[in-house]
């Protein structure tokens, strides 16, 4: 398959030597990238956050993009999982629709009472110029709650940006609660979102080792322990594609450092969690002792589960396009636990900085690509003759479409796949996937066959 011209650069065949890859530009015309909007970007981020209320400024299509695709659970308050929309017809194209916005937030925050609003400005809002912040001001001051512009017009960047301007949103929150009486072992959970539960797994490991957790961007979130963020130790980001720019502002502002992890795969997992009681060692002299004492349960539990689906799985080869390449690292060492080996990595929203490692970590010939689109995954997965593709709900069809299994490991997933009980279940999932024998009955394996 021909790659068009100016995306050439955006993919590598790993020869073991770090070859250079372009990364971080904007999708090039016609190439129809798996990557979302700037207002799908900032989405993902800001509605975890449960007790606040989500209006979609714009025509009712951006408001399609909802709870349901995604799946966030929480522990309390659900008025997150409610879609509210502007609904901009032509009259408010042409008229503005900040009368408009403005109706809709005076009706709806004395209908659900929430501890925060936020704002989402879609692509055509930003056309016509709306002057979504000031709408907001004025509400805040009305209502006597933080009504929160989201600068999220689709065109204007990439996902990323969406990333940004979600960051900016918690910004305005952070900092204006008190930190009174939290602990000097305590950090900020960042870039985890509670799918199916997960963010309750990982709280779980903090608990064990004496860690006071303040607030969790965004998974389970809650308006008002996001306005104590900054009385939190340290800083834990996950996915720092959508957080790393939060986790910088509240260094600069605050002096809280960070430190990057992942909470997928056993080695990931581990580390994640000695990494932050190595930072707290001074502080709790037993951190360390407690932490160890869990990772070694943990995975003794876990290595017995594994040893069925290994036997099964050794040799079969993958295919992961996640959003995030730090993700990514943690599938390709996850995958070898369970004797799997990677053909093809990529990501929406890797930097520089992540395609290093992923080219250090895959094996030579692993095709490497950056912000790719339907037409080259195919064209990969085939040449590669993959048994299972990972990614999300984009890239199910792909795989579904040329007979290949398929496992869920984005904003959809229904079973948790963080933690150690995670690698569980992402085992099962893959072995159910990949030895199903439907595959032998595919196209695919016939054309192979002849
Ligand atoms: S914000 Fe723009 S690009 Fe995003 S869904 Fe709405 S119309 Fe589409």
Known sequence: MDILQSRKKQVVRSNGQGMSIVCEKRSASGSVSQRACVFCGSRVVLYPIADALHIVHGPIGCAAYTWDIRGSVSSGPELHRLSFSTDLRETDIIFGGEKK???MLDELIDQYSPKAAFVYATC???VIGDDVAAICKKMTNKKKIPVIPVHSEGFKGTKKDGYQAACDAIACLVGTGSISGISPVSIN?????????ETWIIKEYFKKMGIEVITTMTGDGRVEELKRAHGAKLNVVQCSGSMMAIAKTMKEKYGIPFIRVSYFGIEDMADALYQIADYFKEQDRGIIERTEKLVRKEILDLNDQLEGYRQDLAGKKAAI???GAFK???????????????????????NADDYKRLQAL???GTIIVDDSNPVELASFVLEKDVDLFIGGVKERPIAYKLGIGFCDHNHERK??????AGMINFAKEVHKSVISPVWNLVPRRY???D
């Open 101 to 103: 916005l403005e109706a």
């Open 415 to 420: 079973i948790p796949l963080a933690g150690f």
């Open 321 to 323: 396009y996640v959003g």
């Open 362 to 364: 895959a094996e030579p």
């Open 447 to 449: 054309h192979r066959a």
């Open 189 to 197: 959970i960042m870039g985890e979102f509670n799918l199916a539960g």
């Open 124 to 126: 055509v809002v930003g």
């Open 328 to 350: 990514a690292l943690s599938l390709i060492k996850a995958l070898r636990h369970l004797g799997m080996k990677t053909v093809v990595v990529g990501s929406q929203t890797g």
